[in-house]
């Protein structure tokens, strides 16, 4: 379960690197910086650098590309991918090697370290190309300001991510691989709202790809109690989700589910490529400088 919240909250973007690299903000960052777009990070050698754009391009739902290191091994300039959005407004004085609260480093396709603080160490200043990819906590103000809070936020926990057996399409190295997803819990009333609102975040995952029990299933899932990643699911008044519960109600609690940026982190496992690959814990986050109107006004 994720640390109780009794830090000091980031509100901007900037607040919330620096609070990062410094270790003062050491929790999921669902919920802080409210209208500032979160990023899922993968850090490649640079020679799968072509393949894995490659890879954004023809899966944009769960790997829709932000932004890309300027060149190998830079790791505080970004080449901007939003149309609109300049490279200067990524993130300014981002260090990437730091500005998450916490990392996942692959050797291999294999898992060697996972929820350290910092990829200094591991950070190679030749090669390493850092890529940055559109995260659904991003959607999450509009949500609330909708009244539909996402039960996680309301109860300070992490996202529930799932593998499923929906395939990716291939790109060079990584082949093989299925899409993540991450999941809210919400009435069946609540669906349509959920679709209407989040559809217009196109470089945040956008709409969800499936919900309702028999969405769980075309998914490949047979229960949303144990996800992959994050934390158990819990329903809006913070109940632990029984099927058999909420479909005995008239308008029980259903699982929506968003095509999720841990994709990227489950091509790299699959495709097993050599080298010392990183991105971030799942559930921690980059915080971006680019704002949802930033997005939004060239989506809508």
Request: aromatic share 8%.
């Given at each position: ?7 000091d ?24 910086a ?5 990023a899922?990070?993968i ?8 393949d894995?754009?490659i ?14 290191s ?11 991918h939003?149309?609109g959005v ?18 996942n480093v ?46 996680h936020?309301?109860?300070g ?7 499923t ?21 919400y009435?069946?009333?609540e669906?349509?709202?959920v679709r ?10 956008g ?11 075309a998914?490949?899932?047979?229960s ?34 968003w ?10 496992m ?20 680019v704002?949802?109107e ?7």
């Amino acid at each position: 379960m994720a640390p109780a919240r009794t830090l000091d909250i980031p509100v901007t973007g900037i607040e919330a690197r620096l609070q990062s690299r410094t270790n003062a903000w050491d929790a999921p960052t669902c919920g802080i910086a409210l209208g500032y777009l979160q990023a899922n990070l993968i850090v490649l050698p640079s020679r799968y650098a072509k393949d894995f754009a490659i890879l954004c391009a023809r899966n944009p739902v769960p790997c829709p590309l932000l932004a890309w290191s300027e060149k190998p091994g830079d790791f505080s300039s970004f080449v901007s991918h939003v149309p609109g959005v300049p490279n200067s407004k990524i993130a300014c004085g981002i260090d990437i090697r730091t500005d998450a609260p916490r990392y996942n480093v692959y050797i291999g396709g294999k898992p060697t370290e996972q929820g350290i603080t910092s990829i200094e160490e591991q950070w190679d200043d030749a090669d390493h190309v850092a890529f940055l990819i559109g995260c659904s906590y991003s959607f999450e103000n509009a949500l609330t300001l909708a009244g539909l809070t996402p039960p996680h936020v309301l109860h300070g926990r992490n996202v529930p991510m799932y593998r499923t057996n929906i395939p990716l399409s291939p790109a060079g190295v990584f082949t093989a691989s299925t899409y993540v997803v991450s999941m809210r819990m919400y009435k069946v009333s609540e669906v349509q709202t959920v679709r209407d609102v989040t559809r217009p975040y196109i470089t945040t995952h956008g709409e969800p790809i499936a919900w309702g029990w028999d969405g769980m299933k075309a998914l490949g899932l047979d229960s949303v109690c144990k996800p992959d990643w994050g934390d158990a699911p819990v329903t809006a008044d913070g109940s632990e989700v029984v099927r058999w519960i909420e479909e005995a109600k008239a308008d029980g609690s259903v699982p929506v589910f968003w095509g999720c940026g841990v994709t990227p982190q489950e091509a790299v496992m699959r495709a097993e490529i050599p080298g010392v690959v990183m991105g971030h814990a799942p559930g921690y986050m980059v915080v971006l400088d680019v704002k949802e109107e930033d997005v939004l006004s060239k989506h809508a």
